[in-house]
Nanobody
Framework: QVRLVESGGGSVQAGGSLRLSCVVSGYIANEVNMGWFRQAPGKEREGVAGISFAGDRYYVEPVKGRFTISQDNAKKTLYLQMNNLQPEDSAMYYC???????????????????WGQGTQVSVSS
């Protein structure tokens, strides 16, 4: 059984930092794409950052230069380092995983088969 468990969320002031972690258990596939998504109240879930099975990293424009996605394969853990957080970054953050596939759309939620339960990030001004 596959499980994704996020941690590391919290409340910070604008300009602060947080590091989210996502521990993966169970077997997904030999080649796995992983991503971080977020969802604010009343808004759709949106992709934030993704990392392909080959190690290529992708970011949406609003977080470029502030967020860094990384993974430790030995620990089966995905990370999201978030610096210079702003109030608009406040949301529930989810990690997601999917077997790599042809023409995989990294920021499309429907592409992912496995999701964590989420960790809340709140940024005050």
């Amino acid at each position: 059984q596959v499980r994704l468990v996020e941690s590391g969320g919290g409340s910070v002031q604008a300009g602060g930092s947080l590091r989210l972690s996502c521990v993966v258990s169970g077997y997904i596939a030999n080649e796995v794409n992983m991503g971080w998504f977020r969802q604010a109240p009343g808004k759709e879930r949106e992709g934030v950052a993704g990392i392909s099975f080959a190690g290529d990293r992708y970011y949406v424009e609003p977080v470029k230069g502030r967020f860094t996605i990384s993974q430790d394969n030995a620990k089966k853990t995905l990370y999201l380092q978030m610096n210079n957080l702003q109030p608009e970054d406040s949301a529930m953050y989810y990690c997601a995983a999917a077997p790599a596939g042809f023409l995989f759309e990294m920021f499309k939620a429907a592409e992912y088969d496995y999701w964590g339960q989420g960790t809340q990030v709140s940024v005050s001004s």
